[in-house]
């Protein structure tokens, strides 16, 4: 059983035929079957910081999708593990232990296929909390084609269901129906990703589904259509979102003027994060990101060209006041804005991550308007060329404990960062493994000062 609640927790499947394998799996057994049991030989329990602990041995086991404890095999120490037992007495279907999916490109040539399984396997998953699936873009007219109703087919089997991530990609060029029959399992919603499904706004219903629930949400915004409706959708959801990514692709072709960014998120309370991502032949319009951001992530997707747009990105995020971590990507003139950015969140910015063409010029322009910051413990920076921007660094950002310094520009081929350098940031901790992996003398960090895997923290 413990082993079964490992291997069933979280299911990705690798295509479509191992798919259909898993559903046979965890599908309701032969009434024949009903009775098998694993028969446990021993059975202790350990409580460790809190946790309950199963030791048992096997001696047999059935090839069915039901594990059973049988209570007369279980050596009974104390009262609460005779209870741990009896509520473990009754089947236990394996497809009720799934609680997180996730269903990636198994279909590009069986597209009836993959919308048949999925409505199977819904059904034998009733826990599940947690799903990532494609949604494919395409709406056939042929009857025996099945029409995927959300309703019927995913929302009235996954009534637990918290956290969706929805996917799409073009197979034809038809169109699909709106997302009537959605409403209701959006409503239940705490995390909501359609970041790989650019029209998902554009299909829903009119109006827009009440996500009153909603903490987090991640969209696409590409005609001023998904922008009216993701207000909507925000001002249901204002009391509840905490966080908010938005991937901006209206261009200047387009024939209205800038859409206000700012617009969205003024009037969400509790929105502690936002990343914003978009391109130098975007436009909208923005002049503050508001006071109540903690995190804050901007993401140019066009490191060439310039326009007006990095010139507004700049200006607005150089009013922030109150972040605890900012994540800039290859956003054009930031060197501009750094030192002003960094003294008005003085007294709370505490990571800072940076990847810039420009960072000699963010570097410098720092260094010339002097700027120091205390409270700076983890510090990103890419495209750093050379040891004295480095020391500089050190200077510039005092009390760094964790560092992150990869030069993609070299692909790790070429070793620059000399310990010197490195030894000048006096309260480190750790530095992640593309660092190290430059350092020309490796040998000299103690490893018991220098952590190497923590660089996932980034």
Known sequence: MAGNILLYRKVQPSSLNKFQKLIRTISEPATSQRNTSIVIQQFRHLIKNGTLTFH????DISDNPFAVLSRKNIEPQNIESDTAAWKMKRPQQLGKLIKNVTLKSLAYN??????????????????????DIDYLQIYFASDFTPKLDWEQ???SNWRQLKNLTLRSYECYKCSIPPLSSMESLLNHLYKLDTLEWTDFLYHLPHPVPNMKNLQVLKVDVSDKSSYQNLKELLQSCRNTLRSLSIRWCITATTDHDPLDLEDLIRELPKLKDFALSYGYEHIFTISSFGEQLETLTLISSSVEGDSQVHEIVGNAVSKTSHLKRLEIRYC???EK????????NKSTLQSIFIASRNATEVVSNLQVNDTRTANITTLGFH???DNLQLRELAKIFPQVEWLSLPD????????????????????????????FAQLVDQYKLHPMKVQTEWWHQF
């Open 153 to 155: 087919h995913i929302g």
């Open 332 to 334: 054009k003139h930031i």
């Open 337 to 344: 804005y750094m030192h002003a950015i960094l003294a008005n």
């Open 408 to 435: 993609f520009s070299f692909s790790g081929s070429k070793r620059w960062i000399d310990s010197e350098s490195i030894f000048q940031f006096r309260h480190l901790k750790g530095i992640d493994w593309r660092t």
């Open 383 to 385: 495209f750093i060329q």
């Open 56 to 59: 048992y041995r096997m001696v």
């Open 110 to 131: 069986d597209i009836t296929g993959y919308l048949t399984q999925i409505m199977m396997f819904a059904r034998s998953s009733p826990n599940i909390r947690t799903a």
